[in-house]
T-cell receptor
Framework: GEEVAQTPKHLVRGEGQKAKLYCAPI?????VFWYQQVLKNEFKFLIS????????ETGMPKERFSAKCLPNSPCSLEIQATKLEDSAVYFC????????????????FGDGTRLSIL | KNQVEQSPQSLIILEGKNCTLQ??????????LRWYKQDTGRGPVSLTI?????NTKSNGRYTATLDADTKQSSLHITASQLSDSASYIC??????????????FGTGTRLKVLA
C-alpha cells in the first residue's frame, strides 16, 4: 500500500496482560522503525528492521518487549506483562533507506496505536 | 549527550502571519536534519531533509534553514493557514555509541493558528 497501516488504533489492556500491535509498511520499503511517544513528548526509538532482520534494537526493553517483521506478514510489536508506564502511542515508520550518512529518504509514519494500560 | 532542543514550546499566531520555529542540536557527528509536521492524532509527515552542506530547503510555504557551524536550524512558515496548526518536530541523524546512525527527535513546537 501507499501508506503505513497500523492496527489497532486503540488498545486497552489490564496491567499484566499482553499487548500486540501491528504495522504494515509501504510496499517496497526495506526499513521499518518502531517508536514510543508518551504524552505527546519526544519519540523514543525502540527497534528497527531491514527487511526481516533486526537492524538496531538498542532501544528495546528486552525483558518484556519483542518485535518481528516476517515475510508476507505485517510487522508486530508485542509487550508481555504490560505495566502502567507502557501507556503511550506506538508509531511505526517505514523508509526506502536506513539511517545513515547523506540525506537518506524520509520516514513515512503510520497514525499510531494508542495503548492504554489500566 | 546528543540532544535536539526546540523553541518555542508552543506558539499562537493569527492566520496569514509568518512564524519561525527554532531547532538547536548538540549532535555529533551529524548526517542530516529533518523537519516533520504532526497533526493531532496522526503520525508525523516529512517536510524537509537537509544534509550538513545545505543551507536552505523549501517545501511550499515551509522553508527550512541550516547553519551547521552553529548547529542551528529554523523552519519558517509563510502566510500561515488554519491547517498549519500542528506540532513541528526537528529530527537529527547522528552516529550513536553502537556505531550505527540514529534519529534524535526534538520535543516539538506546538503551533496554533487562529482565524
Amino acid at each position: 500500500g501507499e501508506e503505513v497501516a497500523q492496527t489497532p488504533k486503540h488498545l486497552v489492556r489490564g496491567e499484566g496482560q499482553k499487548a500486540k500491535l501491528y504495522c504494515a509498511p509501504i510496499k517496497g520499503h526495506s526499513y521499518v522503525f518502531w517508536y514510543q511517544q508518551v504524552l505527546k513528548n519526544e519519540f523514543k526509538f525502540l527497534i528497527s528492521f531491514q527487511n526481516e532482520n533486526v537492524f538496531d534494537e538498542t532501544g528495546m526493553p528486552k525483558e518484556r518487549f519483542s518485535a518481528k517483521c516476517l515475510p508476507n506478514s505485517p510487522c508486530s510489536l508485542e509487550i508481555q506483562a504490560t505495566k502502567l508506564e507502557d501507556s503511550a502511542v506506538y508509531f511505526c515508520a517505514s523508509s526506502q533507506s536506513g539511517v545513515g550518512g547523506g540525506a537518506g529518504q524520509p520516514q513515512h509514519f503510520g497514525d499510531g496505536t494508542r495503548l492504554s494500560i489500566l | 549527550k546528543n540532544q535536539v532542543e526546540q523553541s518555542p514550546q508552543s506558539l499562537i499566531i493569527l492566520e496569514g502571519k509568518n512564524c519561525t520555529l527554532q531547532c538547536n542540536y548538540t549532535v555529533s557527528p551529524f548526517s542530516n536534519l529533518r523537519w516533520y509536521k504532526q497533526d493531532t492524532g496522526r503520525g508525523p509527515v516529512s517536510l524537509t531533509i537537509m544534509t550538513f552542506s545545505e543551507n536552505t530547503k523549501s517545501n511550499g510555504r515551509y522553508t527550512a534553514t541550516l547553519d551547521a557551524d552553529t548547529k542551528q536550524s529554523s523552519l519558517h512558515i509563510t502566510a500561515s493557514q488554519l491547517s498549519d496548526s500542528a506540532s513541528y518536530i526537528c529530527v537529527v541523524s547522528a552516529l550513536g555509541p553502537s556505531g550505527t546512525y540514529k534519529y534524535i527527535f526534538g520535543t516539538g513546537t506546538r503551533l496554533k493558528v487562529l482565524a
